[in-house]
């Protein structure tokens, strides 16, 4: 479906601002190369899975479509000096939704602490206890994070 094709990495990338900028930075990360071979796609982290949700993420998505039409991103320089308030932004959408997307492929219940590294077992668990979601923690795991953060979420 029509649909369908806006949730591939090839869509995704087909726009400069997203090509150049945050496609360069996730190719760098553990979501797109992996000893795995498991690769998360824009949509994996950036679309819902389900009917309902997915339907109200497009509708979000093309109002931010307003960014590129109006020439607010369309430059290396526009899109660094906006990187903040769109990441701020979609983290925002990723808390409130207790960050599902991430869910999909990960969850406290699933990891085995015993293969983790020590710090990284005792960061979960204290998570899970504090019911803290994914996104609390890890800001900048596929794309660089932007200049200007506060502390608290660096």
Excluded at 20 to 45: F, L, P, W
Excluded at 105 to 118: A, I, N, P, R, V
Excluded at 133 to 145: E, F, L, P
């Amino acid at each position: 479906t029509a649909m369908e094709a806006t949730n591939t990495l090839e869509f995704c990338i087909s726009c400069h601002e997203m090509r150049d900028n945050v496609y360069q930075e996730y190719k760098q990360t553990i979501h797109y190369s992996n000893r795995t071979g498991v690769r998360a796609i824009c949509s994996d982290c950036h679309v819902p899975k389900d009917w309902s949700h997915k339907m109200v993420r497009k509708i979000q998505a093309s109002a931010e479509l307003w960014g590129k039409l109006m020439g607010t991103i369309d430059t290396k320089e526009k899109f660094e000096a906006n990187r903040l308030r769109l990441a701020e932004h979609e983290w925002a959408r990723m808390k409130s939704v207790d960050s599902r997307e991430c869910r999909n492929c990960h969850s406290f219940e699933g990891m085995d602490t015993e293969k983790q590294k020590l710090r990284a077992a005792k960061m979960h668990k204290i998570a899970q206890d504090d019911k803290q979601t994914c996104i609390d923690c890890h800001k900048g795991i596929a794309h660089k994070k932007p200049q200007g953060m506060k502390e608290e979420d660096e």
